[in-house]
T-cell receptor, first 113, second 112 residues
């Protein structure tokens, strides 16, 4: 079945550092890929998405490129802020009619001054 | 615009008591609806999903059930709560295939 693997956290960075959170997936066909962010005590918010190979999703300075050859969708940001501290989830949507999302286990990011 | 409402925000219930969590979506019709659970410090587990009124699919056999009595209403229930039912419950909707979800704000359930 479909699966998503994320790098283990927590990731601790200083403000203005470069961020990479790795995400790889296993799926049949051509899934859509997503990054969600969860701030403490809140639900998940869609951060960005990509629906086909070589697409780049971007939002709020974050970006990720759909790499079919490496089955990856790594999240990057050039300069993180304290307000970026949250848990980040990589997810894929397979080709079934119910559009179920399969999530990774999440990566906690802590940004310090 | 579409919005999703989920309530209550927090709930403390004794073991063996019943549960009813409600989720409604506004501004759309015939959405796909989902219930997820997030245990402390862990990822998200899909519990139920629905592609239409009265259509419920269960992903994990457990102490919970779901119903969809109206197009934009999704209810999560239990007749008798267990300690292991504690967690953060999230409702979500999707407008169509491969479009991603919009999540509600979640219900934090503590079973004592």
């Amino acid at each position: 079945g479909d699966s998503v693997t994320q790098m283990e956290g927590p990731v601790t960075l200083s403000e203005e550092a470069f961020l990479t959170i790795n995400c790889t997936y296993t799926a049949t066909g051509y899934p859509s890929l997503f990054w969600y962010v969860q701030y403490p005590g809140e639900g998940l918010q869609l951060l960005l998405k990509a629906t086909k190979a070589d697409d780049k999703g971007s939002n709020k300075g974050f970006e990720a490129t759909y790499r079919k050859e490496t089955t990856s969708f790594h999240l990057e940001k050039g300069s993180v802020q304290v307000s970026d501290s949250a848990v980040y989830f990589c997810a894929l949507s397979g080709t079934g009619t119910a559009s179920k999302l399969t999530f990774g286990t999440g990566t906690r990011l802590q940004v310090t001054l | 615009s579409q919005t999703i409402h989920q309530w209550p925000a927090t709930l403390v219930q004794p073991v063996g008591s019943p549960l009813s969590l409600e989720c409604t979506v506004e501004g759309t019709s015939n959405p796909n609806l989902y219930w997820y659970r997030q245990a402390a410090g862990r990822g998200l587990q899909l519990l139920f999903y629905s592609v239409g009124i009265g259509q419920i699919s269960s992903e994990v056999p457990q102490n919970l059930s779901a119903s969809r009595p109206q197009d934009r209403q999704f209810i999560l229930s239990s007749k008798k709560l267990l300690l292991s039912d504690s967690g953060f419950y999230l409702c979500a909707w999707a407008p169509g295939l491969r479009s991603g979800y919009t999540f509600g704000s979640g219900t934090r359930l503590t079973v004592v």
